[in-house]
């Protein structure tokens, strides 16, 4: 945000007053929408104070050239009109849980006659069941791995599922029925499915009961294989349900979140309790920016409901909300029963709801520490490399390459000592078929800062893996582009074991020598962390090129299959693997394919599972 006068005007006119406030982009869009009980000092946050914000709330106060406010007669009335304006103009800003494409969660569509359980990153409108949002890919990958487990569900594409001829790996390690080709009717499996589907509102026991009923039919009927194959399903929920702790002795399904704030950091806890047990707690870190606590809790709420299939008719909060009134109504709404928001004074519950705000206080206290040892890292750096301004945002280069083939480099971006996975960018290294790691950096630091800084900030900090050489290659492309001096530059060798050598060596220009680390040694591994992360993703980007090489060759081998034919597919598939998933009635409609072509293909494809 520049601070012109006519901001500043319009905000030593804003009155003490409760109302709203729409805070606009150059282009005259709304990208934020907030109340206030006193508009005057709420802005003051905004125009006035300077405090340490998250990168967040910095590119908010970046993108502000104009406000509007709208003066109510009361904080209630600021209230609904809050929220009518964020229905309207749905601000960017306005989102606090980042939204359903960055929660995974899991689908199971039961119009599908023999259904599959899916990660998914967005709820559609499409009549199939979505579970989560789950608060991270560990926690939904630890899920799926227990219902693949215990109910084998199938997890491949339906065009895979369709044109398979031989089972894939999830059926050898038994986490699949094997559908795909096992005669194993839709009525069975859809059973299965539906165990699962308790499972996953965490009705484990309502599950185990049914089972075991089941069990004993099949021992009395003597059928003693189905009977153990059951027996081992429950043994494995039962397993999971012992780990589970039992925090409530009334077994209602019932949500506790509890909110927890610092030095402008906030940590909301989301413990699920079902039938009793504790089944799920994740944690969302936000930055307060300029909400007060409870504009955080509600808009949380209303944002995490909205994007889960299961919503309890209870859900303890540990301190007051101004909108709950509104909210039980929405909930209600979606889940076609009372929903009760509350505080609990007393009793279990309210021992519950405190517990909650204990994990969540740990968990920022956590989060507060790991940032202050980053900004540590980073005023460290600084010293030790002599800059004039804090490196916040440091730029890595790596290169990859298979003995000169495909060639390509890695631009990680680390932003308040974090790697900051927006920012980074891959690069092919056009025209040098040779190996040669100076001439393939001297391309990419060309082509990088060859960018307006207006289109792609420059770094505070530049740092290229190697020593002396790789470092001089880098200053003499700033010097050729004319921004020797915009930034600092750094190389980064490996230490020379041989030699005895006890950490790697940091180069900087006009220096002939390493810098000394000595006490130093948190800078090092900043700079460490960046490189490690700048080859990790320049290997990865390497490896797929040369897989996706590899697939273009299987073509080859095909009989029937020219270069004519390799072009139709690949222009229509982009790529191998869409081809390898594709039914076989779509390839052959292909120009110049046929059915017998498409099965070749679809056989030497997915023949390696
Ligand atoms: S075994 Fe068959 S049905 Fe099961 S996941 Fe693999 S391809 Fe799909």
Known sequence: MTMTSPILEKYWQTPHSPGVYRMLDAKGKTIYVGKAKDLKKRLSSYFIKKTNHDAKTAALLEMINDFEIIITSSGHEAFILESNLIKEYNPKYNVILKDGKNYPLLRIDMNETYPAIQRVRKIKNDKALYFGPYSSSRSVNKTLKQIQKIFKLRQCKNTQFKNRSRPCLNYQIKACLGLCCNDISSVEYKKQVRDAILFLKGRSKQVVTKLKIQMMD?????????AAEIRDTVFAIENILEKQVVVSQDLKDRDIIAFAAKKGRAVIIVMAVRSGYLIDTAYYPFDLGFKEPDEILSAFLEQYYKNTEFLPSFIMINQEIENKVYLEHLFAEKKGKKVRIHIPVRGEKKRLVEMAHVNASRELGKRLQKEEEERASIMMLKELLGMERLPLKIECFDNSNLSGQDPVSSMVVFKDGRAFKNGYRRFIIRDLDFQDDYAYMYQVLERRFSKDPSEMAY???????????????????????????SFMVAGLAKKNKAKGEQFDKIYIPGRSNPLKIGQSKKALYLLQQVRDEAHRFAITFQRKRREKRAGFSVLDTIPGIGPKKKKVLLKHFKGIGKMKTASIKEIALLPGMNKTLAEALNHTLNRNG
């Open 218 to 226: 099949y021992s009395s009927s003597r059928e003693y294989e189905k």
């Open 459 to 485: 770094p505070d900090l530049l740092v290229v893996d190697g020593g002396k050489g790789q470092l001089s290659m880098a200053v003499a492309v700033l010097k050729d582009l004319n921004i020797e001096n």
